[in-house]
Every structure is written in C-alpha cells, then in structure tokens.
C-alpha cells in the first residue's frame, strides 16, 4: 500500500504506508524521499549505477531512477564481459578444476583447496567486483515506468544499513560463473553459488515492492552436471539473512528459480532480529524456500503460490519453519496440481512454527500445517509467540488473490 497521499507524490518519493509489515515499524521506511537534486540520479548503465550509488558510508538520502535494463556484466564503457574474461589471467579453467577435484580420486571428506581453487576463488573475485553493488542506507531505487527498468546479471547488496526502498525493478539473470564444489554438502555433494539477486546482511527498515526476480534466460533445466550433481549458477533471489530485521516484501513476482528467500543464515542466529512481512507476491516456478524461515517473527499472508511444474522446476515445499522460527502464514493462496501432496507445502525441522488460518488450496480452506504433521515425523508447532498488529491492506479472505494479484504484482505495473 502507498501513503493516503500518493496521488500527490511522484514514485519516486512514495514512502511505505504506517503499519504495512513490518519494515513501517519505528521510524518507518522513507528510503531517499528527502535526496535534493545533487542526489537525484536516472541511470541506464553500469557505470552510471556505480556513481550514484557513491561510497556506502555515505548516508545521504539519495534517489536513483532506473532506466531501461543495465546488463552490469560489462566494464566501464560498456562493452560485454564474459565468465571466459573473467578467468583470464587468473589460471582457472573448468577443465582443471573437474579433474583437481574429481571425488573418485581427490575424496568427499574435506573443500577443494590448492591451485585450482584458489584461481576459482580468485576469478570469482573478480566478478563480484564487477556485478555486486553495495547500497547506502536512506537510498531509493526504482524502476522508470514504462522502460523495462531491471538489473540483470547483478546483485544488490543492503548490508548494514538502514532506510532502503527498491521497486518496480525486474531481477534476471544473476548467475555465478564459478560455482565452488563441496563434496560434504548433503549425502552426494553440491556445487554452491554465491550471489543472490538482492541481498540483505544486518540491513534494517527495508521495503522490496512491486519488483520482478527470475533466472531467465537461462534456466536451472540449461545446467550440465559435474561428478553427477547439478552444476548450479544461481542462488537466491531475495535472501534476508545476518540479522537483518524490519523489512516488507510486498507485491512482487518470483518466477522460475529454486532456492527463493532465504530468512536467516544459520540455525544459531541471535533472536530478536529477522522480523519479516511477505504479502500479496506472485511465486510460480518455484522449487523451494519461499521462504525458508529461522529464529525470527514473519508473516505470510495473502500471497498467491502456483506449484504447478513451470519450465522444469519443481515444487520441494513452499514454506519452512525452523530454528524454532515464529510464522504466522494466514489467507494465502495455492494452485496445487493433482500430482503434488498438500502435505508437500510446508516443511520443517521440528522446532519450527506456522499458525495461521483461511488458507486456501484450489479455493478450498485447507489445514495445511495439519496434512503436513500427518505425514511428517517433525511436526510444525501450531502456536506462536506473537500476534501480527502491522497489517494495513491484509485481505480476509484469499479467493480472489489469482485473479487481483495477475495484475497488480511484479516490475512494469507502477505508473
């Protein structure tokens, strides 16, 4: 929702309403609102994006409008880089790196490390240093309607810092071009990524609205697997981790990507932070962690979920709760196709819980929490240790969020 006033005030200057989620807790989330014009930027390259965001110890309240599509994969004059011109110079190949590392003769009991791994290391430096962006606290990022405005290939990264809006952006295409293998990862090993399209680490009174976030156009079906395991170039799509807290999620469209949202980075983060709303999103295509939930207080609700199978990526669960995480996911909506269990839309570790009513699956009220603990031996707890209180627009009744939200979700519908 947008200030009672917002047919007065342009985009760029929307605030989040009072008590929508809980980013508009405290002082409220105002993001850049009150940048003067030496802080008012319209970018449509890399290297534009880069000067306006400036120093991230700058706390000037700035705003920056986005224009178009910035393909960050590029240098400072714009021409294309590639995986290839990142490794170049670093001795990294693929090639060598398969064979240093390969388990029937390197083993599964410990990381790769010596030449190979630290030229990985070293020419996935070199890309982050290229296609991740620190943003200032008090900053305003959004999307220039009507031009297709996204960021592709890059990461925004909100890390200790206070007082972030980004809106109307579409996110595609944020891809590791050199995964690390971890032959202890799960029983058979994994290959992990490591940039997520926006990331938030220690970052508080944070507002993602009305923004798109998808793998296109290369999708997880394109990987190839190495020692028999997905070689997997993505990682999350919006990760909230690192005791971050205060933040709403609203109005956005996740598509085609597996692991989603991310709500805390470990089983042992401290409590009292991770307070998060997520309402009124689209995920369709989405395998998992939407989202995955630790320690913190977070409210889902009157979001619409679709795991109807979409460009080979299949639903695991939507919603996790553990690390004794405190989830109250009320009103939403499922699709659900007949080959998927409702028991398979929750999940947990045991410690976890979800409480919440007026769920619907196929528009039908549905216990959800129940057909998961019917069929799980680590059941979800039932009852929380909060009671949500910042919920302007909350919808009591979910049946009408397929129809309202296909239109009203994701980059390119603000005006």
């Known amino acids: 929702m947008m200030n009672a006033n917002a047919q007065a005030v342009d985009l760029y200057h929307q605030t989040l309403a009072a008590k929508d989620g809980w980013a508009s807790a405290g002082t409220g989330t105002t993001g850049g609102t009150k940048a003067d014009s030496a802080h008012t930027f319209t970018v449509s390259t890399r290297a534009q994006l880069v000067k306006a965001l400036g120093s991230a110890s700058d706390t000037a309240p700035r705003i920056i409008k986005v224009k178009g599509t910035i393909d960050v994969n590029t240098d400072s004059a714009g021409k294309k880089l590639t995986c290839a011109g990142y490794a170049s110079g670093t001795g990294y190949s693929l090639s060598s790196y398969l064979k240093a590392y390969d388990p029937a003769t390197y083993g599964r009991s410990k990381l790769p490390s010596g030449t190979q791994e630290t030229a990985r290391a070293a020419a996935q430096k070199k890309q982050a240093a290229n296609i991740v962006f620190k943003v200032p606290a008090n900053t305003t990022i959004v999307g220039e309607p009507g031009t297709k405005a996204g960021i592709s290939g890059g990461m925004l990264q909100i890390q200790n810092v206070d007082n972030v809006i980004v809106r109307n952006l579409t996110f595609a295409g944020t891809e590791d071009c050199f995964p690390q293998w971890d032959p202890t990862d799960g029983d058979d090993g994994n290959w992990n990524s490591n940039y997520d399209s926006v990331t938030l680490r ?51 469209r996740f598509t085609n990507h597996d692991k989603t949202m991310l709500i805390g980075s470990s089983d042992s983060e401290p409590s009292g932070k991770l307070r998060v709303s997520i309402h009124h999103n689209v995920w369709k295509g989405i395998v998992q962690r939407a989202p995955l939930s630790r320690v913190g207080q977070i409210h889902i609700y009157n979001n619409y979920y679709d795991v109807t199978t979409l460009n080979g990526y299949a639903v695991q669960y939507s919603i996790n709760s553990r690390a004794k995480a405190q989830v109250v996911a009320a009103n939403n909506y499922w699709t659900v196709p007949s080959s998927v269990k409702v028991s398979k839309l929750l999940s947990g570790d045991g410690t976890g819980a979800i409480a919440g009513s007026g769920n619907l699956v196929n528009g039908t009220t549905t216990d959800l929490v129940a057909a998961y603990n019917a069929a799980s031996s680590k059941d979800l707890k039932t009852s929380v240790n909060w009671t949500p209180t910042l919920t302007a627009g909350l919808e009591t009744s979910g049946k009408n969020l397929p129809a309202s939200l296909a239109t009203t979700t994701g980059a390119g519908v603000l005006s």
């Open 202 to 252: 220690g970052a508080t009174h944070v507002w993602a609205d009305h923004n798109t976030f998808t793998d296109a156009p290369h999708l997880d079906s394109a990987n190839p697997k190495y020692y028999g395991r997905e070689y997997q170039i993505h990682d999350g799509a919006l990760d909230i981790t690192k005791s971050s807290d205060l933040v709403t999620v609203s109005r956005n």
